[in-house]
């Protein structure tokens, strides 16, 4: 890693140790902020029961919409840019409907639809099989829904890849530094033999901002609180028709799509 172990597990804990009053840092990974109980969260923090992502296809009309949230994502997040598709590590992309959404497409789903870039990321589903193998509990799910990555205690198994049936985890064949053209110090970067993804942002949820793909968004990616009836996400699933990726898994994830159309 690009900081020691110490300054990981300091960072991991996320301002943890000023902004938690003490909470251990693997607590503060391990668990949602609302269930820190003995401590003192930090007052920023954004308290959730299930976070859940909307996002508004109709609103990414250009490469750059696309590109702005990628970017976001990636550069604080110190995912690297290997230029290899076979061993890329990726966060958040996109992808063409019918991989997006396989079973879901019919011939006459409208052409903008059909060719277009739909942002992907993980889902954390509510019942995620890549929990569920793990060996090591190195992924695991927290009581406010997120899927979270101990990069400690990935032994590189692969098997969460295996269990993940939308090919959200990456796993480093090489050590991601070398192909970093910047380092953002305030999060560590991983190592060979590892397997990583999108944690929606805990860390930034634990100092009181959305995760950063949504707020670099323009609105298009709204994050909120599932079982809030007040939270904006909930008035969009209210308002909207929505889909989300391979509804026949069982695996009911956290991200849904307005899928928009020729008139969005
Ligand atoms: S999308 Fe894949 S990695 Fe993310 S929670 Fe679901 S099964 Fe796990
Ligand atoms: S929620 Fe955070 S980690 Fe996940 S894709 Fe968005 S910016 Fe990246």
């Given at each position: 890693m690009g900081m020691d172990r110490r300054e990981f597990l300091k960072l991991a804990g996320i301002t943890t140790?000023?902004?938690?009053?003490?909470?251990?840092?693997?607590?503060?990974?391990?668990?949602?902020?609302?269930?820190?109980?003995?401590?003192?969260?930090?007052?920023?923090?954004?308290?959730?029961?299930?976070?859940?992502?909307?996002?508004?296809?109709s609103k990414f009309k250009t490469d750059e919409d696309h590109a702005k949230v990628i970017n976001a994502c990636h550069s604080i997040h110190n995912v690297p840019n290997i230029g290899e598709p076979r061993h890329e590590i990726k966060w958040i992309w996109k992808e063409t409907y019918e991989h997006a959404f396989p079973g879901q497409e019919h011939e006459y789903i409208e052409e903008g639809v059909k060719h277009k870039p739909f942002i992907l990321l993980c889902n954390h589903c509510d019942n995620p099989p890549c929990v569920r193998v793990c060996p090591t509990k190195a992924t695991f799910k927290r009581s406010d829904g997120l899927?979270?990555?101990?990069?400690?205690?990935?032994?590189?198994?692969?098997?969460?890849?295996?269990?993940?049936?939308?090919?959200?985890?990456?796993?480093?064949?090489?050590?991601?530094?070398?192909?970093?053209?910047?380092?953002?110090?305030?999060?560590?970067?991983?190592?060979?033999?590892?397997?990583?993804?999108?944690?929606?942002?805990?860390?930034?949820?634990?100092?009181?901002?959305?995760?950063?793909?949504?707020?670099?968004?323009?609105?298009?990616?709204?994050?909120?609180?599932?079982?809030?009836?007040?939270?904006?996400?909930r008035e969009l699933l209210r308002t909207n028709y929505t889909i989300r990726r391979k509804p026949e898994l069982g695996t009911q994830p956290s991200v849904f799509y307005i899928v928009g159309g020729k008139n969005a």
């Open positions: 140790i000023a902004g938690l009053g003490g909470m251990t840092a693997s607590t503060a990974l391990r668990k949602g902020l609302g269930e820190a109980s003995q401590v003192s969260p930090d007052p920023r923090a954004l308290v959730g029961k299930r976070w859940a992502m909307v996002i508004n296809m899927v979270m990555q101990d990069m400690h205690r990935c032994i590189g198994c692969r098997f969460c890849m295996a269990g993940c049936p939308f090919g959200v985890r990456s796993f480093n064949f090489y050590d991601p530094r070398q192909f970093m053209t910047k380092e953002n110090r305030e999060y560590p970067t991983r190592t060979k033999g590892v397997v990583e993804k999108c944690t929606f942002c805990f860390e930034r949820l634990a100092v009181g901002l959305k995760p950063a793909c949504a707020e670099a968004s323009n609105g298009a990616m709204v994050f909120g609180d599932l079982k809030d009836p007040k939270s904006e996400v």
